[in-house]
């Protein structure tokens, strides 16, 4: 499924582009979940806030909808036959102990040659044996029979695959995960294993601030979207029409459904905390399809039919996320909003600070 793209030549890739120093990238996540800053942009007077005053800022009969997809340690290492070594990101799981994966070697094995995971089989690992690309022939990515079930591999071998812009002491991510990283790359209603990314707008929730918002009357629903490595991926066309989007399985349960349809019948707004929820959400509105594999793409121009307003983190430069807050926002104001965040020194990245936005009409 792709999104039209008669819109998509107004702006180019350099459109989306600044600086950000380098020390604005957080490398650890805020003390407390909700302790993060909140720049918000939701009306024309920007205000620098901090995560927990949220509640304040949404109405009783809101409807919050969180990606509840959880994080699987999916990086993991081994070698070829050869002893040449290896780097699996599984990307997603298929029936029959198969899976698709980013692989990083040396020299790509040919089809049929095995790996040996974590030490093989042989030593307390698995196997794993390479059955071609994915989706195609001519697909990025590896389809790979494994020697037991994928999840429960994942989870005694793997690690949690952190963006590449978060920097661990060299070689210490290869054999476990910090503590920090294993709770705090997760949201605290995770619950359907798939990602390899979090949604990061939704780490700032904990349950104390769940409950505020609760006893205020805004009510709360859920989509799963697993996120994958190709959320990091870089336009690398300056004619963004050119670019192809990455592939994410989505789900938009009945009830979520049922929760929207209420929430516009009373009034309320619905506010999609991140993106991938809008995704999802603008994925089904636009192709009436409830659950399977999205490759939309929303820049400006898009017409949005569902999400009013949007918590966001402070991403990429140059990358489709850019493209989807300034589609939302508008572009001069989310650009207004990043010169702002800089010059404030905002944190920028998945542990960083976020954002509150509100749906603008397309340009």
């Known amino acids: 499924m792709t999104a039209s793209v008669s819109s998509l030549r ?22 407390e979940r909700s302790s993060s800053r909140l720049l918000d942009g939701s009306a024309a007077t920007v205000v620098d806030r901090i995560f927990h005053e949220l509640p304040s800022l949404l109405q009783a009969g809101d409807l919050l909808v969180f990606n509840d997809t959880k994080v699987v340690k999916a990086r993991i290492f081994g070698e070829k ?7 699996l990101l ?19 094995p040919l089809v049929g040659g095995k790996m040996f995971m974590a030490g093989g089989a042989r030593n307390g690992g698995f196997d794993a044996v ?16 494994l020697s037991d079930e994928p999840h429960a591999l994942m989870e005694k071998h793997g690690v949690v695959p952190l963006p590449p812009y978060i920097e661990r002491p060299a070689g ?88 929207i349809a209420d929430c516009k019948a009373r009034g309320g707004q619905v506010v999609a905390v991140g993106t991938t929820t809008v995704r999802t959400l603008e994925s089904w509105a636009k192709f009436s ?40 926002a508008g572009y001069e104001h989310i650009m207004g909003l990043y010169r702002h965040a800089i010059a404030n020194q905002y944190r920028f990245f998945s542990y960083g600070d976020a954002m509150l936005l509100t749906r603008t009409q397309p340009r």
């Open 10 to 31: 107004e702006f180019t890739l350099s459109d989306f582009d600044f600086e950000l120093p380098t020390e604005l990238i957080a490398q650890h996540p805020a003390t």
């Open 81 to 87: 036959a050869s002893g040449g070594k290896l780097e």
């Open 90 to 108: 599984i990307e997603r799981v298929l029936p029959g102990h198969q899976v698709v994966a980013h692989m990083k070697v040396s020299k790509k």
């Open 130 to 145: 390479l059955l071609g690309r994915w989706p195609d022939e001519k697909g990025q990515l590896f389809h790979l029979q």
């Open 172 to 259: 210490a991510i290869e054999h476990q995960d910090t503590e920090e990283d294993a709770r705090r790359y997760q949201t605290v209603f995770a619950r359907a294993p798939g990602a390899v990314a979090a949604p990061t707008a939704a780490l700032h929730f904990d349950e104390a601030l769940l409950a505020q918002l609760e006893a205020r009357g805004v009510q709360r629903a859920s989509v799963t979207l697993h996120v994958g490595a190709g959320t990091f991926q870089p336009v690398k066309t300056e004619n963004i029409a050119d670019h192809t989007m990455h592939r994410e399985w989505y789900e938009v349960p009945e009830a979520t459904q049922q929760a």
């Open 289 to 328: 399809q409830a659950s399977g594999d999205t490759q939309i793409f929303i820049t400006p121009g898009f017409e949005f039919h569902l999400v009013d307003r949007l918590i966001t983190n402070f991403h990429l430069p140059k990358s489709t996320l850019m493209m989807l807050v300034s589609a939302f």
